[in-house]
C-alpha cells in the first residue's frame, strides 16, 4: 500500500477589492501559475472565467433527476390506475387520463431534482458531517478575499509574490497544507 504525498504549499494574494482581484486573477493564470482557488465572502461576477474554469455540467445531472421522477409518478400512476393492485373508478373518469397526472408528475419532478441535486452537491464538494473547513484566512468570510495559487516549483514564490504586489495586495503570505 502507498502512502500518497499529500503535501501542499501554497501562495496567498489577499485584497479587499474585487476588481482588483479579477486583475490578479487573470495576470496569474496568463503568467501560467496553478490557481487553487479563490476564496470570497461574496460572489464576484466574471472570477470563474478568469480562474478558467469550464462551464457546469449541473444542468445536465438536474434533468436527469427530472426525468427520473417524471418517469417513476407515470409508472406509479399507470400501475395504480390500471394494474391489479386496487382499480377503482373514480367519477367516470377514464384509467389513462393525461390531465390528471401533470400534477404528480410535476411534482415528483421538482422533489427527485431538489434531492438528487443536494445529494450531487455533497458528492462533488467531498462535504461529510463533522468535516471541519480549511480556511485560508480567517478574514475571507468578513470582508478578504483570498487568492491560493499552488507552489510548484520554490522559485515560483517571488514571480507571484511580484504580480499579487503589483495589482494591489494588501498582504502576501505562504500556506503549507499538510493533510
Partial sequence: MSMKNNNQKLILGIYDD????????????????????????FPIHGI??????????????????AMTGLLTAVVMMVYMSWGDDWEINIGGKPNLH???????????????????MVATFFIVSKMAHGKNPTLMDIRQTDD?????????????????????????????????LSI
Avoid: C, W
Fill in 98 to 116: 393525461i390531465p390528471t397526472y401533470i400534477p404528480v408528475t410535476f411534482e415528483l419532478s421538482i422533489l427527485f431534482t431538489a434531492f438528487g
Fill in 48 to 65: 470563474d472565467k478568469a480562474m478558467g474554469i469550464q462551464r457546469s455540467r449541473l444542468g445536465i445531472s438536474a434533468f436527469l433527476f
Fill in 144 to 176: 478578504r478575499i483570498v487568492i491560493a495559487v499552488n507552489l510548484h516549483n520554490t522559485g515560483d514564490s517571488d514571480a507571484i509574490n511580484k504580480i499579487f504586489q503589483s495589482n494591489g495586495a494588501l498582504e502576501v503570505k505562504e500556506r503549507d
Fill in 18 to 41: 474585487p476588481d482588483k482581484v479579477l486583475a490578479a486573477t487573470r495576470n496569474v493564470r496568463k503568467a501560467g501559475f496553478d490557481i487553487k482557488d479563490v476564496y470570497t465572502p
